[in-house]
């Protein structure tokens, strides 16, 4: 469960979770979410985890730390994660995922992506 801090919004815990949302109707694979009421915002938001089972662990790293890059600053591109995601799987399905997903998502005020 994510609880608010210094450093987000109170409406982070909603927005983490339309993104989870988002991710899921892009046809990416997503781990159960959900999010829980608060009286302090729009609420807080959980994830099942994704970086483990009852048996083992799983890798797990996010886009800025393979790429060297602070999460706090926006410097990464659609260009950037789709040459990511090609370089990490050399899977054309998985780059095509995220292609969805970004243009699923846009420029985060409903824009559609040029392919």
Known sequence: MKFTNSMNDDDAGAIEYVYSIVAKVAGLTMTQTHLFPSSQGAGYFSTQRFD????????????????DSDFRTPSL??????????????????????????????DGRGEKLKP
Do not use: W
Not at 58 to 65: E, S
């Open 52 to 67: 483990r089972n009852c048996q083992q662990r799983f890798h797990a790293h996010t886009a800025c730390g393979l790429l």
């Open 77 to 106: 591109d659609y260009d950037d994660l789709l040459s990511l995601t090609h370089a990490q799987t050399r899977d054309v399905r998985e780059v095509k995922k995220i292609f969805r997903l970004a243009d699923h998502y846009g």
